[in-house]
């Protein structure tokens, strides 16, 4: 679950600076900044590139070639479309389509009230139940594109009272 | 030791490369990301030559290629012109804006086709030079960021970056003048950063930008004349020369 971003500096610290000042463990320390924010603050990717005494700019170049690495906040339900052979064959397109419709948020992005945010993944290794859709850790199987509404109202239910 | 470029002995050092090998020759070999202020990078694969080594044959690319034995290059032949004509069809295709480009696409004869083109303006073909010279200044302020198709070389977050120095030495080295740099009123503005240029204390013309001048003081260098632009510096120099004589 994304943490709040909030006092970020003393948070993201501790991450950074438990691995030694070497280059090779950069991606290690955004991996672990990635798995507590969901995405890569822009004072972690700073603090890594101070604590690896690597310039910014190499950082950043990293940070922007890997897929697995966000730069821009996701939202607290992370909805991951499988968009591999089987689940496109099985109408994972017009789930995407469903949720811009929706949300107004294509792969990528966020919403704007941080409540959900999109992305494609390659394979989920769940064909059988094409097309999958994954929020969060919940798995939802064989999705059609009236279940993917429902599943949207569900968690914006959810995302409501958590902000009650 | 020896090795045959086009069918002239050439005398070389063991481990240099094809590229810097046939250009002391004077043979000529088509490249773009290569700059004799760096190692070869073997990016824009231009200057791939033929090696023949024993009964083996390859196409390999000159400036990364270290010699380490007999063998025999020959720069053109027409699989190589070939595949030298496609790298420069998808290099208009990624810079279309570039003259240079432009200018190389007509010699080379290449065809247009179906495969889309980039921004009719876009310049840059992500040879990386302007990286590397960065580096070297010692400010690494841009890198190439992003991949595939969106990739483009750009300071972090677009941001003027704080270690940019506005030396101009990324559009200095820019083989296809990708890189926009604005003078006007004695500021100079490159990479969404705008600099105070400093004017020289002997003919007045700005030429350098104050961040420069400090980053060349901290370094510890002589900076005796480091208020005068290149010009004036040279005379300076010329001067104190004359005055031994």
Redesign the interface.
């Given at each position: 679950m994304a943490e709040d971003v909030s006092n970020t500096e003393d948070m993201i610290s501790p991450i950074v600076t438990a691995y030694p000042r070497e280059k090779r463990y950069i991606l290690a320390m955004m991996q672990d900044v990635q798995k507590k924010y969901n995405y890569l603050p822009?004072e972690a990717?700073k603090m890594i590139a101070t604590h690896a005494e690597v310039?910014?700019?190499?950082?950043?170049?990293m940070a922007?070639?890997y897929k697995a690495f966000s730069l821009i906040p996701k939202g607290r339900y992370n909805i991951r479309v499988c968009d591999g052979t089987a689940c496109h064959i099985k109408g994972s397109a017009v789930l995407i389509d469903q949720i811009y419709n929706n949300l107004g948020i294509k792969p990528g992005e966020t919403t704007e009230d941080k409540a959900f945010s999109l992305e494609t993944v390659n394979c989920l290794g769940a064909c059988a139940i094409a097309p999958v859709v994954m929020v969060n850790d919940a798995v939802h199987a064989k999705v059609t594109s009236s279940g993917i509404l429902k599943i949207i109202e569900k968690y914006r239910g959810d995302a409501g009272d958590e902000d009650e | 030791m020896k090795i045959m470029i086009d069918g002239r002995d050439v005398d070389v050092e063991y481990g240099e490369t094809i590229l810097t090998a046939a250009k002391r020759a004077g043979i000529k070999i088509p490249t773009l990301c290569h700059n004799e202020a760096f190692e070869g990078q073997g990016r824009c694969r231009l200057c791939m030559v033929e090696v023949e080594k024993g009964s083996m044959k390859n196409t390999v690319a000159s400036c990364t290629y270290p010699i380490t034995g007999e063998i025999k290059v020959t720069t053109s032949t027409p699989l190589i012109e070939k595949t030298r004509k496609n790298i420069i069809m998808l290099l208009y295709k990624q810079a279309p804006g570039s003259q240079l480009i432009q200018d190389m696409y007509k010699e080379y004869g290449c065809v247009d086709n179906s495969l889309e083109e980039n921004n009719a303006d876009e310049r840059c073909i992500l040879c990386n030079l302007c990286v590397l010279a960065c580096q070297e200044m010692g400010s690494s302020a841009i890198s190439l960021i992003m991949r595939g198709t969106d990739k483009q070389v750009a300071t972090p977050y677009n941001e003027a970056a704080e270690v940019c120095l506005g030396c101009g030495a990324c559009a200095e080295i820019c083989p296809t003048n990708a890189i926009k740099v604005i003078e006007k009123d004695g500021q100079r503005i490159i990479w969404n950063k705008v600099f105070n240029l400093v004017n020289c204390q002997r003919c007045g013309k700005p030429f350098a930008t104050r961040e420069q001048l400090e980053y060349i003081a901290a370094q510890g260098k002589d900076i005796s004349t480091q208020n005068l632009c290149e010009s004036c510096r040279r005379k300076s120099a010329a001067e104190k020369i004359q005055g031994f004589m």
């Open positions: 822009k990717l310039p910014f700019s190499q950082i950043y170049s922007t070639f | -």
